[in-house]
């Protein structure tokens, strides 16, 4: 028998094993010790990354980080492999030489389901939130200045309609998230718009609605300003866009129409950083329409006269009493006014932001200076705006931290004598004779004087403060509370001369103030059971009060123009007082949300948020919002876990309800009035108002969403794909419904009016060049189609005509349609010749036309337009009438390339929308122009017609009838506005800006302490392509209305420079 070895085979093995490890680290130790000193860039921008972490060995050990310019030093074994590791960016690895400056350029993360997201106030990845969302980042929001970050927007959300409809500095264009959510049109005419539906702002956690108290400065006194217009884009970080109702839910009524979270800037680098971004840029005017001018447009005058007109010796007698006409030779008619270019200019305009931040995840802290002006195209407008902003973050243990912030703003605008969208006497003066002399306050034009003449101010300033308390209370379970007030002063101080006001100065002040308190609380907690199941709760409430209240003091005959000031005036013309409009509103809120997903393959998400608002209906105090949402991350599946083409793919499928309060608590319980001033037994009176009746079952508007997804990523970041398709029912919108004169009121506001929008959105992102290369392109095309039906009306009718007493221009609402239908006469061409004309067969005349009153009708003839007689009964009037087009546009998108080579790059973004109708009421104003040619009504301006393809003599095919037929406006009205014949498709395709950036090496600017600068050229806004035929199709009002008095969108040549210190 043998004996055991006193020293078994395993031990032998480990000693082996220690002596190899012994001997490795002896040659480890002789291994020489390297500097490797370097800079951590950005790829595409070039710009220096801080708190990247350096890793080395195995396993990977941390040897350092880059500072606030992006520098590192480590100290490393020769040869050693370098793994450079940030937030938001994919690794990178490389070897650095001892001596040399090492460049390491890290590219943005490709895979969005790794991005982070706030859904509800809780933060998530991407990968496990099943509502639709999309973030953009505060980079793509630079380089252009701008009053206004939604025009950066614009074109960047498939889904998110933004038109730029007016270029007036500080104001907005209309925003809606996936389709129409409102029939309530304000107005008249030119005037009349629609309800705004912005989307929710939540600006560090605060909620700011956008929709209140602006409405472009219509129908009210005030700024009139856009509140986003006071965030400077150079302090955004990045902007969330929820669009689906789960994703909403959670923020109640107010996020109906979508929810835009906004996060600014904060400390990152424990070295303090200082960024200065300037720019320098031109605003250039449009291309001004043509006109004839001065000897040549007499010359027009008289001989369409002499050739139109049944008698040419009372033409005679017409032009020979008529001054401007006869006397050439008289100074104050001989003149060739160039109008337009009196109240149209280049402008010169600069801004300047500064900030100052440092810290680490402990402490940081960022302070934000900025000032933004710009003098509008349109002179007597400019807008200036005055920001300060301040924040800090502290966390004294690691269970608890704070966050507060507070934010003040000054914006500072004239808006001339019109409002944000038009410019009415700018637009009346520009359409003036040429033959007249320049304004004075000894001209004709009282228009021209008050355009240039009308002194007007407003102010419009914020504070903001909020306080975040994040405190952990176990593993897990936090509780949070945030605090916030508001509050929004405005002012407008107008001035109206004696000269132009009926010998009577006129001093206007207007001022308001609105006050906001804001609270939300809430525990979270998080459980995860083997790194498989994963579960979250919530639970918050929120309480917020807003006021609102106005006054208006007007003085007339004042001393002098001189004297700005209400320093005595004529007491039976004065007035004001408080208005009428005032608000004092209660919302109470809670809300709960339940997460699970299994191995963040499989995701459901749950949540519930209960509203109680002031303002509803006593029988309706409640409102209830749920959702659900489910999500696929399919490309985890073991199937598909090795396809290398496949970096990841979700399937997404959500429900949900958002309800929001309408209307105003006088809607829901009346109001008192007193009478007129009226006395009893020398008592005031007072009793109800008869004008409308309580409505006390007021609804509040009801907004449910399906939405199914698909997400892709596709050959390692190559392609990215994301697609939506949406269903949405807008129900219980506010109608005003007229009532008999039996019931003792006039009018009720009720809740049965409905629509639907069904859409489909696409997102695609394409970098067609290998990410290791020394060249960086990436393509980005998006889109939406969205088709909305009116689905029902107030007592179950089946249309309601809305009247426009101003133009004619009526809209329909009928159920199964488009929401918003013109209606108009049916142009289908011009009467080549006399024998072309339609003729009654029972009475052998040609067809006839109606006046505008119904009074007196007018045979049609040669040159005449072609109008559809839709009841054949050889009349032509407003039972002619046909339903045509849609004001709202079925396709909307954007396109952008960015190209980047070293330090150079070319940025490019594009917006387009398609199959929209535009009434044209710019083009017909200019052929409307030759309907006076003695100018009894005031002499206009005359357009050159050649361009268009008008009728002139027997047999002509022609598109537009006889313009010179003077006497025909009267009586045939061939160009009246509400007709088929200015109902144009307003397709377009924009480029919305480019930009050429150049970033200057860090060896040639580190020894001035600049760590990064980078100089930039845009141009903005310098191509659209349409077929429209009138000036601008993104320059009309959300209703597709076009007019001469709207405020022209301008084009803008930029300098800037970003440097960081």
Known sequence: MYK???????????????????????????????TVRGVVYEKGTNMPIPGVIIFTGKPPKGVGASGADGTFTVNVPEGAELNFQAMGFGPLMGKGKAGELMKVYLSVKQNKLNEQVVIGYQKKTKETTTGSTVIISGKDLQDVPVSNVIEL?????????????????????????????????????????????????????????????????????????????????????????LKDAQATALYGSRGAYGVM????????????????????????????????????????????????????????QDINSTPFLADSLNPYYNNSTNWQGLFYKYTYNQTHNVTVSGGDDRFNYKANLGYYNEKGIVKNTDFNRYTLSTNMQYRPITRFKIYAGITTSLGQNSKGSG??????????????????????????????????????????????????????????????????????????????????????????????????????????????????????????????????????????????????????????????????????????????????????????????????SSITGKKTPYSNNPSVGLRWNFYKEALLADRSWLDYGSLRASWGRNVIPQGTIFDAYGTYNDRNGGRYNDKPMSGIDYGKLPNANMKPVSNTQWNGGLELGLWKGKLQVEMDVYLKKVENMLMEVKLP????????????????????????TYRPLPQTGKWNWTVTFNGAFNKDILTRLPNGKRELMVYDTTNNQNILYRVGRNSLTNVLMNTRGVYADDASVQVDPATGRPVLVSSADGKNFYYMRAGDPLWTDRNGDYIINGADNVYAGNSQPLITGGLSSFLQHGAWS???????????????????????????????????????????????????????????????????????????LFEEDGSYFKIQYITLAYTIPRTRTIRWGITSCRTYFTVSNPFLFSRYSGPNPENVSALGRDQEDGYPVRKTVTLGLNVQF
């Open 906 to 980: 070319l940025n490019i973004a594009a917006t387009y929308t398609a199959i929209r109708s535009i009434l044209n009421n710019a083009v017909q104003a200019r052929f409307a122009g030759y309907s006076d040619p003695l100018g009894k009504n005031g002499p206009g301006a005359l357009v050159p017609l050649d361009q268009y393809n008008y009728w002139a003599a027997q047999g002509d095919k022609a598109t537009y009838p006889n313009p010179y037929d003077y006497q025909g406006f009267k009586s045939i009205r061939p160009y009246r506005v509400d007709q088929t």
């Open 153 to 241: 927007l614009q074109g960047k959300v498939a889904g998110m309609n933004i038109q730029n409809n007016t270029g007036a500095p500080g104001y907005a264009g209309t925003i809606q998230m996936r389709g129409l959510s409102t029939l309530s049109i304000s107005g008249s005419g030119s005037s009349s718009f629609l309800s705004p539906t912005s989307p929710l702002f939540v600006i560090d956690g605060v909620p700011i609605d956008p929709n209140t108290n602006y409405e472009y400065g219509f129908n009210q006194a005030g700024p009139g300003l856009n509140p986003l217009s006071l965030i400077p884009p150079e302090d955004i970080e990045s902007i969330q866009v």
């Open 4 to 34: 055991h070895n006193i020293i078994p085979g395993k031990i032998k093995a480990l000693v082996s094993l220690f002596v190899v490890l012994l001997l490795t680290y002896a040659v480890a130790a002789q291994q020489p010790v390297i």
């Open 261 to 316: 979270l906004v996060n600014t800037k904060r400390g990152k680098s424990k070295v303090p950083i200082v960024q200065y971004s300037g720019n320098f840029f031109i605003s250039i005017p449009p291309n001004l329409r043509k006109v004839i001018g001065g000897n040549a447009e007499r010359e027009a005058r008289v001989s369409q006269l002499l050739h139109y007109t049944d008698s040419v010796k009372y033409a005679r």
């Open 419 to 612: 409002n944000g969208l038009t410019q009415s006497d700018v637009g009346k003066a520009g359409k003036q004779s040429s033959l007249l002399p320049a304004p004075s306050f000894y001209s004709s034009s009282a228009n021209a004087v008050a355009a240039l003449r009308n002194d007007n101010l407003n102010k419009t300033a914020n504070i903001r403060t909020n306080v975040d308390l994040d405190y952990e209370l176990i593993a897990g379970l936090h509780a949070t509370s945030t605090f916030s007030f508001e509050s929004t002063t405005g002012t407008e101080d107008n001035f109206i001369p004696a000269a132009i006001n009926g010998n009577y100065a006129q001093v206007k002040s207007f001022n308001d103030q609105s006050h906001t308190l804001y609270s939300r609380s809430g525990l979270s907690y998080f459980k995860s059971f083997e790194d498989k199941h994963n579960l979250t709760f919530s639970v918050f409430n929120e309480l917020s009060k807003k006021d609102y209240q106005a006054t208006l003091l007007r003085k007339s005959g004042t001393p002098s123009d001189d004297v700005h000031g209400p320093i005595g005036s004529n007491g039976f013309f004065d007035g004001g007082g408080i208005l009428d409009n005032g608000s004092d509103e209660r919302l109470a809120s809670f809300a709960g949300a339940a997460s699970y997903n299994y191995k963040q393959k499989y995701v459901v998400d749950l949540s519930f948020r209960r509203d109680a």
């Open 741 to 764: 004169t039996s019931s003792g009121f006039s009018s009720v506001q009720t809740n049965d009016a409905a629509l639907m929008d069904a859409g489909l959105e696409w997102s695609f």
